[in-house]
Nanobody, 125 residues
């Protein structure tokens, strides 16, 4: 089981950028990592994933072209670069780990076993 810690959240103006980090307590080589968010009054949703191999990523249409996920296995850390942020991106952001097929990933929550505590992102002027 991995212990995951998110960081990098904060307050940013519309159009701004943030980079979130997800640091793991152990090796992440075999894990796909997903990023999820829960906005006030809404269900948690997936916003990105990256396969264990690093060769596959996926994003929903709501963030495609604005969010990019990457991983640094040497640092056991996964990143979520968020650009052109909008007020509707305001949410608590979570990362999660899935021991799954090496070349695939999913933005479905049910696939993930280990979760971080989340970091708040607020987009407001």
């Amino acid at each position: 089981q991995l212990h995951l810690v998110e960081s990098g959240g904060g307050l940013v103006q519309p159009g701004g950028s943030l980079r979130l980090s997800c640091a793991a307590s152990g090796f992440i080589l075999d894990y796909a990592i997903g990023w999820f968010r829960r906005a006030p009054g809404k269900e948690r949703e997936g916003v990105s994933c990256i396969s264990a191999s690093g060769g596959t990523t996926d994003y929903p249409d709501s963030v495609k072209g604005r969010f990019t996920t990457s991983r640094d296995n040497a640092k056991n850390t996964v990143y979520l670069q968020m650009n052109d942020l909008k007020p509707e991106d305001t949410a608590v952001y979570y990362c999660a780990a899935d021991l799954t097929a090496y070349t695939m990933c999913s933005t479905r929550q049910i696939e993930y076993d280990d979760w971080g505590q989340g970091t708040q992102v607020t987009v407001s002027s």
